[in-house]
């Protein structure tokens, strides 16, 4: 994968390229949107445990495929508030800590889940 930076737009925000080119011959996989809930159905509280979830998840999704969050091109994350949005983070950065170029990336605050306690979703695109 090739980070696309161009120097004539500013540099990116936090961990994240402005684009991704994906090489020829690649497959791609899409993942559904991930919410923080265990496989036993608890909800932790709090952006930052709901993030590391979802990117558990994510990472399980990517494995039945070949692919590790080094394969990632693109990740959409949705919180319900500004005051999530550190959290989120912190737990995406630690997540993509050893993968180089970042993928794009988008947050945005949404009004809400299908549950109240939900606060981060999450979901990504991949290549094989």
Known sequence: MKALTPPSIRPPFA??????EVPPG???IATSG???IAADGTVPEGAEAQAALCFGNIEAILAEAGATPASVIRLNAFVTAREHMAGYMKARDAWLAEV??????TLMI???FTRPEFVVEIEVLAIN
């Open 26 to 28: 690649r497959g791609l």
């Open 100 to 105: 180089s170029p970042p993928p794009a990336s």
């Open 110 to 112: 949404v009004g809400g």
């Open 34 to 36: 991930q919410l923080g």
């Open 15 to 20: 961990r994240y390229s402005h684009g991704i």
